[in-house]
């Protein structure tokens, strides 16, 4: 049942220009941008750096580069692909075909949520894939790579979880893209306010802080769980708002 | 296995301190057609609403086949199929798509998918329209597809809102023989402001007026209530009251416009024969017998003016 939902959430993204135009633009986004650009540097710089431990492996510097601005990048995306999962189908009074069919409201919040997190998951996979292509001429240091996969899905499955909810409370899907776009930049930006304070509590519930050790190559619990408990807590809001309407009307 | 399909107790329903459906308590039986009526914001979405667990009743208990619809809501809904006032339809799919999409959702079985998206469409008349985008489709057609998705999933109970807005008047015939073939295997729910409507496909009917029932009965009394016991009676020379008082079974007589009478008599005693017997014999140049009816607006209005008057 979750997978039906989620995969009528593929079909309809898919079944507009929108969801070709994203993937596209995005992919051509991290290869100019990130990808050429980072490739094309590394020899400049690298052959600038005399000293061995001025030096980092191709893997690193493309990496680092194409990571960091794939979490940037995400954070514009995601809410305009969120934006109307739940809202449009309030403004369209569509809801009522979900909430009559024998469905739990976390079946319905879950298949949504899967929905766009696949899609998310196609545009993880290029972009793994095309630094992975860099193993035909170098050896790819693929742990570093997997690591940064493994945390820019966790971080772009955040921005998926809280862009849904705040589409459940809206009508008006631009606005739920504005909000979760506000709403996320915060989360991800405001530790750099604190960052002279590194016991500061806003440092444990920022998004960026989290996804740092991925970059890095380090796999931590901490942020395993950091990323599952936020998931787990805007999927849960927006049952509850799911619910609310139910009981207000 | 119990024969009720819908059990419905004490329903309310309060938004904020203002009560818009009031202890609506009724049992519906398989195979049955229940007509509900009544007026713009009478409270006849809201009920349909909550009888589809769409909406949380405030005080009350639904049951679906026995099983409670807050207690139990996925076992229940299994069984319910709904259409609500705006039909809810993917607007970017095709027919074919929302149907199919509307059965895998109501645990309808791949290997019976396919029979049973053509026998709904079949029903519906969307044959023709299988490949077609719902958002290029008119307005009766989406009804239509609405319908569809309603019943695609064979369930025992269907409830329709108002599901012949924008029909034209072959659709309208269509729908409504769909929905008398539907209360035979099934129990139908459908609202409707639209009073032959009731008439023509119901066995039961529901006036609903402010949120409380004024009416709960079968057609045939509403039907009773809408004959009366009266015939129109037009004379040339029509003699004194008193004198066609002296008829057999008359109980009123009252004069309505242009020589016109209406007269009232007892239940079994239909004193017409008499009547034109004597009008005969006593040279009253009678032009007109016929049996009065109140039209079912009458019947209505008188509903739902008498609740008010409390």
């Known amino acids: ?249 | 296995m119990t024969t009720i399909t819908v059990e419905a107790r004490e329903l309310t329903r309060m938004y904020g301190g203002n009560t818009v459906v009031r202890d609506v308590s009724f049992n519906l039986n398989k195979g049955e057609v229940l007509g509900f009526l009544g007026p713009n914001g009478a409270g006849k979405s809201t009920t349909m609403k909550m009888l589809t667990g769409n909406l949380a009743p405030t005080y009350g208990t639904v049951k679906i086949c026995g099983i409670d619809i807050i207690e139990n809501p996925k076992a229940a809904k299994a069984l319910i199929g709904y259409l609500p006032e705006l039909p809810p339809l993917y607007k970017e799919l095709t027919v074919d798509e929302m149907l199919s999409l509307a059965a895998r959702l109501h645990g309808v079985t791949r290997a019976h998918l396919k029979k049973a998206m053509t026998l709904a469409k079949e029903r519906c008349g969307l044959m023709e329209m299988s490949g077609r985008l719902i958002d290029n489709l008119s307005k009766g057609y989406q009804q239509r597809v609405g319908i569809a998705q309603a019943i695609i999933h064979n369930p025992m109970v269907v409830i329709l809102d108002e599901p012949t807005v924008g029909l034209d008047p072959i659709q309208i015939r269509d729908i409504r023989a769909l929905i008398k073939e539907l209360g035979g295997e099934h129990s139908v729910i459908l609202s409707t402001h639209i009073l032959p409507e009731v008439e023509m496909v119901c066995d039961h009917v529901q006036i609903i007026h402010k949120g409380q029932l004024v009416f709960n009965g079968a057609i045939e009394v509403l039907k009773q209530q809408r004959h009366g016991n009266k015939l129109l009676l037009g004379l040339h020379r029509a003699p004194d009251i008193k004198e066609l008082m002296k008829i057999n079974g008359i109980v009123s007589v009252e004069p309505v416009r242009d020589k016109l009478l209406r007269v009232q008599y007892q239940a079994g005693k239909d004193p017409a024969e008499a009547l034109v017997q004597a009008a005969v014999s006593n040279d009253w140049g009678m032009f007109h017998i016929s049996p009065d009816q109140t039209s079912l607006e009458e019947v209505f209005v008188q509903l739902t003016q008498q609740e008010s008057e409390h």
Request: avoid cysteine; hydrophobic fraction near 55%; charged fraction near 10%.
């Open chain 1, 1 to 249: 049942m979750i997978f039906t939902v989620a995969g009528k959430e593929l079909k309809a993204m898919f079944s507009s220009p929108m969801g070709w135009v994203i993937l596209a633009l995005l992919q051509a986004v991290f290869a100019h941008f990130g990808f050429f650009a980072g490739v094309d540097q590394y020899f400049n710089i690298m052959s600038g750096s005399m000293r061995p431990e001025q030096r980092m492996g191709v893997t690193e510097f493309v990496g680092s580069n194409i990571f960091n601005m794939a979490s940037f990048v995400m954070l514009v995306a995601v809410p305009l692909l969120s934006m109307r999962l739940i809202s449009e189908e309030r403004k369209n009074q569509t809801l009522t075909f979900l909430f009559s069919a024998p469905l739990t409201l976390t079946e319905i919040v879950l298949g949504k949520f899967i929905g766009l997190v696949s899609f998310l998951t196609i545009v993880i996979a290029f972009l793994a894939a095309m630094i992975s292509s860099l193993n035909l001429w170098t050896d790819m240091d693929f742990g570093y790579i997997a690591a940064n996969v493994i945390g820019l899905w966790f971080l772009v499955a955040s921005f998926a979880a809280l862009g849904v909810f705040v589409s459940s409370l809206t009508q008006q899907p631009i606005i739920a893209a504005i909000i979760s776009f506000i709403a996320l930049f915060a989360l991800l930006a405001f530790d750099q306010y604190l960052a002279s304070d590194p016991n500061s509590l806003f440092n444990h519930v920022s998004l960026m802080r989290h996804f740092e050790p991925f970059s890095r190559g380090l796999l931590d619990t901490r942020d395993f769980s950091y990323f599952i408990l936020f998931i787990f807590t805007f999927l849960t809001l927006t049952v509850r708002r799911l619910d609310a309407d139910r009981l207000r009307g």
